[in-house]
C-alpha cells in the first residue's frame, strides 16, 4: 500500500508533469507559473482520496478510492479544457492593461497617460494568479488520478464503485 507521502510526490510529479505540457507554448515566467500551480495542485489531488477516505486500514477504500471516480474525471476532461480555456482567458485580459488617454495641450490630442505602478501590479498579480489556477487546476485532477493509479496496482487494488463491489 502507498503511503500518503509517496501518494503526494507521484502527484505532484504528475501535476507539474502535465501542467508543463499544456503550458508549453506559454512564454516562460508564465509557464514556469503554471508548472507550479500544476504541483501544488497535483499534490493535494494526490492527497484526496485519503482525506476523503483516511487510510486506517488497507480496507479503507470506497467510492473515493474507485473506478467509478477515476472514469468520472477522465469523463470530466472537456469541462477541465473549457476551464482553463476561462482561466487563460482572465489572464490575457489582466495582461492587456486597459490604457487610459489624458489630454497634451502640447500636442493637442489625446495620449496615453503614464502607467499607475499600483494598476501595472496589480495587473500582474491578477495575471499570475489566473496562470496559477488554470495549472491547478489540471494538477488537481492528474494527482488524484495517479493517486488511483498507484493504488490499484496494489495487492487489494481499488474497488468498481465501493468496498465489496
Not at 508533469?17 to 507550479?36: M, T
Not at 502640447?106 to 496589480?122: C, H, I, M, R, T
Not at 488520478?145 to 464503485?161: K, Q, V
Request: aromatic share 10%; glycine share 14%; proline share 7%.
Amino acid at each position: 500500500m502507498a503511503s500518503l507521502g509517496t501518494h503526494i510526490v507521484v502527484g505532484t510529479a504528475a501535476g507539474a508533469g502535465y501542467a508543463a505540457h499544456c503550458a508549453k507554448n506559454r512564454p516562460g515566467g508564465k509557464r514556469l507559473v503554471r508548472v507550479a500551480g500544476g504541483a501544488l495542485g497535483g499534490a493535494l489531488g494526490g492527497a484526496l482520496p485519503d482525506i476523503f477516505e483516511p487510510a486506517i486500514s488497507s480496507w479503507h477504500r470506497g467510492p473515493g478510492h474507485s473506478v467509478a471516480v477515476g472514469s468520472g474525471l477522465a469523463a470530466c476532461g472537456n469541462f477541465l479544457t473549457q476551464l482553463e480555456g476561462f482561466c487563460l482567458e482572465k489572464a490575457e485580459q489582466c495582461r492587456a492593461r486597459p490604457t487610459t488617454l489624458v489630454w497634451d495641450p502640447q500636442e493637442g490630442f489625446y495620449v496615453p497617460a503614464p502607467p499607475n505602478p499600483l494598476s501595472q501590479l496589480l495587473s500582474t498579480l491578477g495575471e499570475l494568479f489566473w496562470e496559477f489556477l488554470a495549472g491547478f487546476l489540471s494538477g488537481l485532477v492528474v494527482g488524484y488520478a495517479s493517486h488511483l493509479a498507484l493504488d490499484a496496482f496494489t495487492p487489494r487494488s481499488i474497488p468498481l464503485l465501493t468496498h465489496g463491489f
